[in-house]
């Protein structure tokens, strides 16, 4: 059975949907409050301001960018086989990346880099560092296990993550996702990478 979106949540899913296309100058208060069906002095019960509100959704953004959760007990058990592992991985963190909300949030930060004047910390790397640390746990595990070269596990990281990010930025922004020729690139980049780090 579905639970009933909060009305806090309500209101950051509108405010997600407006700022995510039109940018955070382009929806006012009283566009949200009449998209998330409250009145505009109720947002300020759970909003101090608009701003507060692009805040927040920022926070999501980082919090649920990719987060250790993704890594269950089924695919850590691929990790003895860690050619493998990494397939899996990407995979899951193209689906995930796939989502509806992820690429919302994407969009917004995309628009609000280089457009935000306020105190509000936007940057692409919010989206970044996560799975980067994520990964550089990941091979440094691979390293212990000898699987891989002794190399900067943070490097590994960064060298690995970057080109899957950069297919994130061509594949995974429009509703029709080439998902063939995505898995093509991506399987592409894994061989690469995983015959370079090899032992």
């Known amino acids: 059975m579905a639970t009933k979106q909060s009305t806090k949540d309500r209101i950051k899913a509108q405010a997600l949907n407006l700022f995510s296309t039109n940018g955070f100058a382009g929806g006012s208060v009283r566009d949200i409050s009449k998209?998330?069906?409250?009145?505009?002095?109720?947002?300020?019960?759970?909003?101090?301001?608009?701003?507060?509100?692009?805040?927040e959704l920022i926070n999501d953004a980082k919090e649920n960018s990719i987060g250790s959760a993704l890594l269950t007990e089924d695919l850590l058990d691929d990790l003895k086989t860690p050619k493998i592992f990494i397939n899996n991985f990407v995979n899951i963190l193209f689906k995930h990346w796939n989502q509806e909300n992820q690429k919302?949030?994407?969009?917004?930060?995309?628009?609000?880099?280089?457009?935000?004047?306020?105190?509000?910390?936007?940057?692409?790397?919010?989206?970044?560092?996560?799975?980067?640390?994520?990964?550089?746990?990941?091979?440094?595990?691979?390293?212990?296990?000898?699987?891989?070269?002794?190399?900067?596990?943070?490097?590994?990281?960064?060298?690995?993550?970057?080109?899957?990010?950069?297919?994130?930025?061509?594949?995974?922004?429009?509703?029709?996702?080439?998902?063939k020729r995505l898995q093509a690139k991506s399987n592409t980049h894994i061989d690469y990478f995983w015959n370079l780090i090899k032992r």
């Open 35 to 55: 998209r998330a069906g409250v009145r505009e002095s109720a947002l300020y019960n759970y909003f101090s301001s608009k701003e507060a509100i692009l805040v």
């Open 104 to 179: 919302k949030y994407l969009r917004l930060i995309l628009i609000e880099q280089f457009r935000n004047k306020n105190k509000v910390n936007i940057s692409v790397n919010i989206l970044i560092e996560d799975i980067t640390n994520i990964w550089a746990m990941i091979f440094s595990q691979m390293q212990n296990f000898k699987f891989i070269k002794t190399l900067d596990s943070k490097t590994l990281a960064e060298e690995f993550v970057n080109p899957l990010f950069m297919l994130r930025l061509q594949y995974l922004t429009s509703d029709n996702v080439d998902w």
